[in-house]
């Protein structure tokens, strides 16, 4: 995944599109849950390294995971991430452990009043539309491209698989 711009809805898109990926990988990018579960099925073969730019200052941050896993189509592509190993960000997807992936045609989320990917206009793997989004909608009245402190409010973000030496 990754994400250049805070631009408003690149990544409001259906569970169709997020299974199969969009994008181009020099600019605003998901690589397609459906890959990604693929990639990720042999449990411990990969980890996982967040990049985010704060949107105040341009300083960069990271959040580095040992554990990273999405489950397949038929468990919702929910994530498995743990671990936090490295980097001088705060530990946000962590919170979001064993939750499935939600779009706004697909609500998995755990927050009951609605559809957290309806709310935040992307599709993510929603708690309670809780500690991080990265892929939410940022304009001039919004702020849901986030991690939560540090850094905050984001101005691009960069998820980065790494395989482990076994």
């Not at 250049?4 to 599109?17: E, I, L, V």
């Not at 341009?58 to 038929?74: I, K, L, M, Q």
């Not at 946000?92 to 998995?108: E, I, K, P, Y």
């Not at 009043?113 to 929603?126: T, Y």
């Amino acid at each position: 995944m990754q994400r250049n711009d805070g631009s408003a809805g690149f990544f409001n898109r259906s569970w169709a599109q997020f299974r199969a990926g969009f994008g181009k990988p020099t600019g605003n990018y998901w690589l397609g849950n459906e890959l990604l579960s693929q990639l990720t099925a042999t449990t411990g073969r990969y980890k996982l390294r967040v990049d985010l730019q704060q949107r105040s200052t341009g300083a960069w941050y990271s959040a580095e995971y040992r554990t990273f896993r999405v489950a397949p189509d038929a468990d919702d592509y929910a994530l498995r991430v743990a671990g936090l190993a490295a980097g001088n960000a705060s530990d946000a997807l962590g919170r979001h452990d064993g939750v499935a992936f939600s779009t706004f045609d697909r609500d998995n989320d755990l927050w009951r009043s609605g559809n957290c990917a309806a709310r935040q206009r992307a599709g993510f793997w929603w708690d309670d539309c809780g500690a991080c989004s990265l892929n939410g909608a940022r304009g001039p009245a919004t702020a849901h491209f986030w991690w939560s402190s540090p850094p905050g409010h984001l101005q691009a973000t960069r998820v980065w698989l790494h395989c482990r030496r076994i």
